[in-house]
């Protein structure tokens, strides 16, 4: 297997200053990063938004169907045994 060369001097300068101060080596650095790339990538799922997170979670847990039952003051004070 070859060598990795970067060819874009600016690109290069910010692996070294990043690998200098986390004390790792060019490679050890890039094979940090490129690893955590990877295992994003293998969640498979991409990110969902907070709407699709939500849209979701109404699909799978829908509300009941309304009873026409009206919770009002009343209805609450028998719940909690306050008549």
């Known amino acids: 297997m070859g060598a ?3 060819k874009d001097e600016d ?3 910010l692996v070294r200053r ?3 101060r ?3 080596t060019n490679t050890a650095l890039i094979r940090e990063l490129a690893a955590a790339r990877e295992a994003e990538l293998n969640r498979g799922e991409r990110r969902l938004s907070a709407r699709e997170k939500l849209e979701r979670f ?3 847990h829908p509300l009941p169907p309304p009873t ?3 919770a009002d003051k009343a ?3 028998e ?3 306050d008549l």
């Open 4 to 6: 990795l060369y970067i």
């Open 11 to 13: 690109t290069a300068a």
């Open 18 to 20: 990043v690998a200098e």
């Open 22 to 24: 986390s004390g790792l």
């Open 58 to 60: 109404w699909r799978e």
């Open 68 to 70: 026409g039952l009206k």
């Open 75 to 77: 209805f609450f004070d």
């Open 79 to 81: 719940l909690s045994g």
